[in-house]
Nanobody, 122 residues
Framework: QVQLAESGGGLVQAGGSLTLACEASGRPYSSTVIAWFRHVPGKEREYVAA????????YYADSVKGRFIISKDGAKRTVYLQMDSLKPEDTGLYYCARAGGLYTSSYRYTGWGQGTQVTVSS
């Protein structure tokens, strides 16, 4: 089973940028979708963005569209989440996970890592 590991979080001021990385322990199947979610205590994990491993098609939640970019480097087995124009409401523990298709529900995903904390100060 392919496991994922997140990195790149940190503290940034509103309007700033961060790039997160999600490294896979092995090569994902071509049908795999890798997604980023974020979690704030007391709330459900929120879908942020996803990418199809086979063709690189990308999908975004409305809340991040135009500000975040998801991409992949197949040789490094890594998916990136470039986050620009960050807002305090983007604060959360960011996870990546994989699924056999595109879903926005976190329950359809597996291979969760430990997450990486993103804190945006106002």
């Amino acid at each position: 089973q392919v496991q994922l590991a997140e990195s790149g979080g940190g503290l940034v001021q509103a309007g700033g940028s961060l790039t997160l990385a999600c490294e896979a322990s092995g090569r994902p199947y071509s049908s795999t979708v890798i997604a980023w979610f974020r979690h704030v205590p007391g709330k459900e994990r929120e879908y942020v963005a996803a990418i199809r491993w086979s063709n690189g098609y990308t999908y975004y939640a409305d809340s991040v569209k135009g500000r975040f970019i998801i991409s992949k480097d197949g040789a490094k087995r890594t998916v990136y989440l470039q986050m620009d124009s960050l807002k305090p409401e983007d604060t959360g523990l960011y996870y990546c996970a994989r699924a056999g298709g595109l879903y926005t529900s976190s329950y359809r995903y597996t291979g969760w890592g430990q997450g990486t904390q993103v804190t945006v100060s106002s």
